[in-house]
């Protein structure tokens, strides 16, 4: 099976500063990556999809990038609604549909 | 606007079985794959469970497969998930999610289970 892996695991940031998470996929997944970002005690919600497309209503400060095996998720000036836990996620659909997360990259405050 | 409620979390035994359902509205539910996703407490999603929206193409997690059951009721606007054989380890906050393009568009607010003698 295909594995994620993201870096950092955490990170520490002020309001405005640009944020890079990265997302690393075990073999190439093309651009079947999203990203989700979640406030503790509240679900997940969909920010970018197709590894570049901002999902509805989602800021323009965040974008998404990459393909293949290697991708990023940019917050180009953190505001304090985004202090959270951001994780990436893959599908594959041959031969069966299979869907996996990546295990999160905490976003704190410094 | 799209929205789906989950319900039917407790508290169940090791070995025992539990369903819990996730009601939909806001936008034609035959028409749409559903996921089931989880979150053990403090640890990050796991992906459990994917319908079809006919209903018809089920497809698990190897972590669940041949104890969890997905299915849905068009009539009822319903998405359930039967479990079975649970374990400590399957002790979570259960969402239900609207597939879009195979991405996880919509979300419940989650229903908690604990499996715990």
């Known amino acids: 099976a295909i594995q994620l892996t993201q870096s950092p695991s955490s990170l520490s940031a002020s309001v405005g500063d640009r944020v890079t998470i990265s997302c690393r996929a075990s073999?190439?997944?093309?651009?079947?990556l999203a990203w989700y970002q979640q406030i503790p005690g509240r679900a997940p919600k969909l920010l970018i999809y197709?590894?570049?497309y901002l999902g509805d209503g989602v800021p323009s400060r965040f974008s998404g990038s990459g393909s293949g095996t290697d991708f990023t998720l940019t917050i180009s000036s953190l505001q304090p609604e985004d202090f959270a836990t951001y994780y990436c996620?893959?599908?594959?659909?041959?031969?069966?549909?299979?869907?996996?997360f990546g295990p999160g990259t905490k976003v704190d405050v410094k | 606007q799209v929205q789906l409620v989950e319900s039917g979390g407790g508290v169940v035994q090791p070995g025992g079985s539990l369903r819990v359902s996730c009601a939909a509205s806001?936008?034609?539910?035959?028409?749409?794959?559903m996921h089931w996703v989880r979150q053990a407490p403090g640890k990050g999603l796991e992906w459990v469970a994917f319908?079809?929206?006919?209903?018809?193409?089920?497809y698990y997690a190897d972590s669940v497969k041949g104890r969890f059951t997905i299915s849905r009721d068009s009539s009822k606007n319903t998405l359930y998930l039967q479990m079975s054989s649970l374990r400590r380890e399957d002790t979570a906050v259960y969402y239900c999610?609207?597939?879009?393009?195979?991405?996880?568009?919509?979300w419940g607010q989650g229903t908690l289970v604990t499996v715990s003698s």
């Open positions: 197709a590894a570049s």
């Open positions: 073999q190439g997944i093309s651009s079947s």
């Open positions: 319908i079809r929206y006919d209903g018809i193409n089920k």
């Open positions: 999610a609207k597939d879009r393009w195979n991405y996880f568009r919509d």
């Open positions: 996620q893959y599908f594959i659909i041959d031969p069966y549909p299979l869907f996996a």
């Open positions: 806001g936008f034609t539910f035959s028409s749409y794959g």
